[in-house]
């Protein structure tokens, strides 16, 4: 069973940066499709980032330029360094792996991905 927990989370001034993580169980980040997503207050889900196992990324338009997504495969560990926060991002964030080789890297939807983590709350004030 694959597991995912998420830190890094907290309050932040708008344009100001965090760097979440997330650890996961096994080899999951070097052989899994891994994700970053958020749910807002309301209920919806935004995928954010993407990160293959040979490393390719991929952005959401809303955060391309200010967030990276990145790992660590020798500590099981996903990034996501969040730059130039503003404050309609604030939200739970949270990761999610992929296991699935045949599908492309970049699915922004949330039944696309086996496993989730709880999340970390970001706030962001204006």
């Known amino acids: 069973q694959v597991q995912l927990a998420e830190s890094g989370g907290g309050s932040v001034q708008a344009g100001g940066a965090l760097r979440l993580s997330c650890a996961g169980s096994?080899?999951?980040?070097?052989?899994?499709?891994m994700a970053w997503f958020r749910q807002f207050s309301g209920g919806e889900h935004e995928g954010l980032a993407y990160?293959?196992?040979?490393?390719?990324?991929t952005y959401a338009d809303s955060v391309k330029g200010r967030f990276t997504i990145s790992k660590d495969n020798a500590k099981n560990i996903l990034f996501l360094q969040m730059n130039n926060l503003k404050a309609e991002d604030t939200a739970m964030y949270y990761c999610a792996a992929d296991p699935s080789p045949e599908r492309p890297c970049s699915s922004p939807s949330t039944r696309t991905y086996n496993y989730r983590g709880q999340g970390t709350q970001v706030t962001v004030s204006s």
């Open positions: 990160i293959g196992s040979d490393g390719t990324t």
């Open positions: 096994g080899y999951v980040h070097r052989w899994y499709c």
